[in-house]
C-alpha cells in the first residue's frame, strides 16, 4: 500500500482570506507561547513548507508548550512520546497483535498515526527507533511486516532534544538530520518576557480562560500550502539560493579559506528546503515574492544540521553557524 494521495483542496477562498487565517493562528500563538517569535515563525514556516521540525533548547523553554499550543489551533489530533533508551521501534509505529480467537493478525496503530506528533528528546532513543521515525517522515509511510500504512495528509514531526547531558544519549547521525526541514535553536528569553509568563501561568492556573480562537481547518492548510508554491521567486535570486547551497561544498571559488573547514555540504534536500521555507516566510509576511531577507532569514536553520565541518575547522572554534554566515558574506547577492 503506498501513501495517501495529495488531497483535493478548495481553492475559491481569496488570497486575503486564507492569510488572515494564519496571520490569526500566528497572534494566537504567540500570545501562548511568550518570549519565543523565532520558534513561532518556524512552527508555522514547517507546517507551511510541508516539513519537520528539529528543535534544540534547555529544558523549560516552551518547546513542548507551542507543539501543544499549535496543535490546539488546528483541527487534528496530536500526541506526545517520550524518548527514552529502552523505546522499541513498534512502540512508535504500532505492531501486528495477535488474535487467538481466530488465529488472525491484525494492525494496531502506534502514537505516529497522528497528525502532529512530538518527539520529545529524540536523542534519548536507539538507532532503530531513531530510524523508524525518521523513515516515516520522508515516506509518509509505515511499513510493518508485509504491509504499509499511509500516514495522514497532514502530518508534522517536532523533534526535540536537550543539549545539556550527552549521557545516555544517542545522538542523530548527519545523514538523518538532513530529513529534518529546519533546526533551530532556542534561548532563554528574556527578563521582561519572563515576568510575563509568570502572569499567564497565574492566570492559566487561577482558571482565567484563554480567549476564543477558531480552530484552523486542515483545508486551511492545504488551501495555504498552495498559495505559498504560487509566491514568485525572481531567476536571480533563484540562481543565488542554488549558489548559496552548492558553496557548502565547494567554497573554493568564493574563498579558498572556507573550502578548508568543510568536509561535507549540504544536499540537494538543502537547495529545496530553502526554495521552500523562503516562499514560506514571505508569504507569512503578506508578500507574493520572495526577498533576499527572506532567504537569509532561514537559511541557518535550513543549512546548519547539513553542513560537516573539518576536525581543523572545529578545532579552531569554527561552528556550522559561522561557516554559513561566512558564505553569506562571501557568495554576492544577484
Same mark, same amino acid.
Given at each position: 500500500?503506498?501513501?495517501?494521495? $495529495?488531497?483535493?483542496? !478548495? ?28 520558534? *513561532? ?25 507551542? *507543539? ?63 530510524? $523508524? ?44 538530520? !538532513? ?67 552548492? $558553496? ?31 516562499? $514560506? ?12 531577507? !527572506? ?22 572554534? *569554527? ?16
Amino acid at each position: 500500500m503506498t501513501s495517501a494521495a $495529495a488531497p483535493q483542496v !478548495d481553492l475559491r477562498l481569496t488570497e486575503t482570506d486564507v492569510h488572515a487565517t494564519f496571520r490569526h493562528l500566528r497572534n494566537h500563538l504567540e500570545a501562548r507561547v511568550l518570549g519565543q517569535p523565532e520558534l *513561532i515563525e518556524k512552527l508555522l514556516i514547517s507546517l507551511l513548507a510541508d516539513g519537520h521540525l528539529l528543535v534544540e533548547g534547555a529544558p523549560g523553554l516552551a518547546k513542548t508548550t507551542a *507543539i501543544k499550543a499549535l496543535a490546539e489551533a488546528i483541527e487534528g489530533d496530536d500526541h506526545r512520546v517520550q524518548f527514552t533508551p529502552d523505546l522499541l521501534p513498534a512502540d512508535l509505529t504500532g505492531t501486528d497483535v495477535f488474535k487467538p480467537e481466530d488465529g488472525s493478525f491484525s494492525f494496531q496503530p502506534g502514537p505516529i498515526f497522528h497528525n502532529l506528533l512530538l518527539a520529545d528528546e529524540i536523542n534519548r532513543a536507539p538507532a532503530k527507533v531513531q530510524s $523508524a521515525l525518521l523513515e516515516a517522515m520522508a515516506e509518509r509511510q509505515v511499513t510493518v511486516g508485509n504491509e504499509s500504512y499511509p500516514l495522514p495528509d497532514l502530518f508534522l514531526v517536532m523533534a526535540t532534544q536537550n543539549p545539556i547531558e550527552q549521557e545516555g544519549t544517542y545522538p542523530l547521525p548527519e545523514a538523518q538530520l !538532513d530529513r529534518f526541514l529546519m533546526y533551530v535553536r532556542v534561548g532563554y528569553p528574556a527578563p521582561g518576557i519572563e515576568r510575563d509568563v509568570l502572569r499567564l501561568v497565574r492566570d492559566e492556573a487561577g482558571g482565567i480562560p484563554a480567549p476564543h480562537f477558531r480552530a484552523v481547518t486542515q483545508t486551511d492548510v492545504f488551501r495555504a500550502r498552495s498559495r505559498v508554491m504560487d509566491v514568485h521567486l525572481a531567476p536571480a535570486l533563484e540562481e543565488y539560493l542554488v549558489q548559496l547551497v552548492v $558553496a557548502t561544498r565547494d567554497p573554493a571559488p568564493f574563498d579558498a579559506e572556507l573550502a578548508r573547514w568543510v568536509e561535507w555540504g549540504a544536499s540537494p534536500r538543502a537547495t529545496i528546503a530553502l526554495d521552500r521555507c523562503s516562499r $514560506a516566510r514571505a508569504w507569512l509576511d503578506g508578500r507574493s515574492y520572495v526577498t533576499p531577507e !527572506d532567504v537569509h532569514a532561514v537559511v541557518f536553520e535550513v543549512l546548519r544540521h547539513r553542513v560537516l565541518l573539518t576536525y581543523e575547522a572545529r578545532a579552531e572554534g *569554527i561552528t556550522p553557524d559561522g561557516f554559513i554566515r561566512s558564505l553569506i558574506e562571501t557568495v554576492p547577492l544577484p
